[in-house]
T-cell receptor, first 113, second 113 residues
Framework: NAGVTQTPKFRILKIGQSMTLQCAQD?????MYWYRQDPGMGLKLIYY???????DKGEVPNGYNVSRSTTEDFPLRLELAAPSQTSVYFC????????????FGEGSRLTVL | DQQVKQNSPSLSVQEGRISILNCDYT??????FLWYKKYPAEGPTFLISISSIKDKNEDGRFTVFLNKSAKHLSLHIVPSQPGDSAVYFCAASPQGGSEKLVFGKGTKLTVNP
C-alpha cells in the first residue's frame, strides 16, 4: 500500500502562475484534506472533502480550489500564485469524518517568487 | 488566537531518560486530543490519542495525560530513544469530526545518544 501520495514534492512558481498539487490515496478513504504548514506554525486546513463530488472550505481557503471526481484523488489548484502561498502542503485522508486519526502524505514544498 | 499551544519550540533529552512534551488548550469544547510525530521531509504520523472522558492513555513507551481542569495535556516518552527525535504536534478537536482538528505549532524533540 502506498497510502497517500503527493506530487510534486518540490515546485518553484513565479508570481501569477497557476499549478495543481496532486494527491491520491489507495486506502479507500472517503475523507480527504489539504493542509498547509508555514514555518514555525501548526497545520492549517485549506479544504476538505467527505466523498466524491463533495468539498468544503477549511480555515484558509482563499487562493485555492479543489475538486473530487473520484474517491482516490483530491487535487489542489493554486490560481494566481502569490508569495503568501509559499508553504509546505500536506494532503491527508481518514476512513471517516469522526476519525481524527489522519494519514498524511509526505508533503509538497511550494515556493512562490 | 491560538487554541492549541505548545510553548516549548524544542526539547533536548538524553537517551534512556524521560521526555515530557506539553500542550495547553483554550477551547473547553475540545473533547479529543491527539499527538502526531513528524520526521523531516515526511508527513505527520499519528502517535497516540485520548478522549476527554479519560485522564491517561498508554501505548508502549508513550503515555498521554490529560488534565481537563487545567486544559493541559502532556506526552511522556519513557525511555527516550534517538529514533524518537522528531517534531511532535499536539492536536485537538471538538465533537463533529476531523475537519475541526486544530494543531499546535509543534515541539522539536532531540534525543541525544
Amino acid at each position: 500500500n502506498a497510502g497517500v501520495t503527493q506530487t510534486p514534492k518540490f515546485r518553484i512558481l513565479k508570481i501569477g502562475q497557476s499549478m495543481t498539487l496532486q494527491c491520491a490515496q489507495d486506502m479507500n478513504h472517503n475523507y480527504m484534506y489539504w493542509y498547509r504548514q508555514d514555518p514555525g506554525m501548526g497545520l492549517k486546513l485549506i479544504y476538505y472533502s467527505v466523498g466524491a463530488g463533495i468539498t468544503d472550505k477549511g480555515e484558509v481557503p482563499n487562493g485555492y480550489n479543489v475538486s473530487r471526481s473520484t474517491t482516490e484523488d483530491f487535487p489542489l489548484r493554486l490560481e494566481l500564485a502569490a508569495p503568501s502561498q509559499t508553504s509546505v502542503y500536506f494532503c491527508a485522508s481518514s476512513y471517516s469524518m469522526g476519525s481524527r486519526e489522519l494519514f498524511f502524505g509526505e508533503g509538497s514544498r511550494l515556493t512562490v517568487l | 488566537d491560538q487554541q492549541v499551544k505548545q510553548n516549548s519550540p524544542s526539547l533536548s533529552v538524553q537517551e534512556g531518560r524521560i521526555s515530557i512534551l506539553n500542550c495547553d488548550y483554550t477551547n473547553s469544547m475540545f473533547d479529543y486530543f491527539l499527538w502526531y510525530k513528524k520526521y523531516p521531509a515526511e508527513g505527520p504520523t499519528f502517535l497516540i490519542s485520548i478522549s476527554s472522558i479519560k485522564d491517561k492513555n498508554e501505548d508502549g513507551r508513550f503515555t498521554v495525560f490529560l488534565n481537563k481542569s487545567a486544559k493541559h495535556l502532556s506526552l511522556h516518552i519513557v525511555p527516550s530513544q534517538p529514533g524518537d527525535s522528531a517534531v511532535y504536534f499536539c492536536a485537538a478537536s471538538p465533537q463533529g469530526g476531523s475537519e475541526k482538528l486544530v494543531f499546535g505549532k509543534g515541539t522539536k524533540l532531540t534525543v541525544n545518544p
